[in-house]
């Protein structure tokens, strides 16, 4: 199964709206990233968080980690149209041999 | 830098038929990474290569698919015989380094379609 699980697999928002993502895995990790991919394109990274911190800002991004709960959550806070993308969720395990596992993402539209 | 580059972009063939994937990473980085994606199962991770070197292969879904890396700013996925379930698009992923603080930047990829 997956190591990464978004919740929810889709959402619908207003713009201007805040949009929020979670994301929830089984084993430790070494670090935790979210990706964007936008429809026929390849992902493109926006943030990663180490195991030892529990929340980090960019931009409109804000992205908590909960270690004791094995889940992070995305905010993207006043969404605009441009922000309509696939929202992917990626750990990075603890095993040694840095494999990135990703999640099922989240479908996010923001409508105009 | 003009990123990682994938070729070719689209690619029809029968089934039976040998499929290559190609892949240029970014110059300077490390890792190598191939990953598949559909609808039904995500993105899988396939191989990784560090310094060339295959460091996990745990992905490559069975002996039809290999995967090379001659040189650090070369590699290749090969189907060989293709079957209508590999039908996906393939991405291609390179990061500075090896280790686990790193961004993967992935190319274009290139979408499959096996008939």
């Known amino acids: 199964s997956q190591q990464g699980e978004e919740d929810p697999q889709a959402l619908s928002i207003q713009e201007g709206e805040n949009a929020t993502m979670n994301c929830s895995y089984k084993t430790s990790i070494n670090n935790l990233q979210w990706y964007r991919q936008n429809s026929g394109r390849g992902l493109v990274h926006l943030i990663l968080i180490r195991s030892n911190e529990r929340e980090k800002h960019s931009g409109r991004l804000r992205v908590t980690l909960d270690t004791s709960k094995k889940s992070s959550s995305l905010l993207i806070t006043a969404s605009r149209a441009a922000d309509t993308a696939s929202y992917f969720c990626?750990?990075?395990?603890?095993?040694?041999?840095?494999?990135?596992?990703f999640g099922t993402g989240t479908r996010l539209k923001v409508l105009a | 830098d003009a990123g990682v580059i994938q070729s070719p972009r689209h690619e029809v063939t029968e089934m039976g038929q040998e499929v290559t994937l190609r892949c240029k990473p970014i110059?300077?980085?490390?890792?190598l990474f191939w990953y598949r994606q559909t609808m039904m199962r995500g993105l899988e991770l396939l191989i990784y290569f560090n310094n060339n070197v295959p460091i996990d292969d745990s992905g490559m879904p069975e002996d039809r698919f290999s995967a090379k890396m001659p040189n650090a700013s070369f590699s290749t996925l090969k189907i060989q015989p293709s079957e209508p379930r590999d039908s996906a698009v393939y991405f291609c992923a390179s990061t500075l380094r090896g280790g686990a603080y790193n961004e993967q930047f992935f190319g274009p990829g290139t979408r499959l379609t096996v008939l």
């Open positions: 110059s300077g980085h490390n890792s």
């Open positions: 990626a750990t990075v395990l603890t095993s040694g041999t840095y494999k990135y596992i």
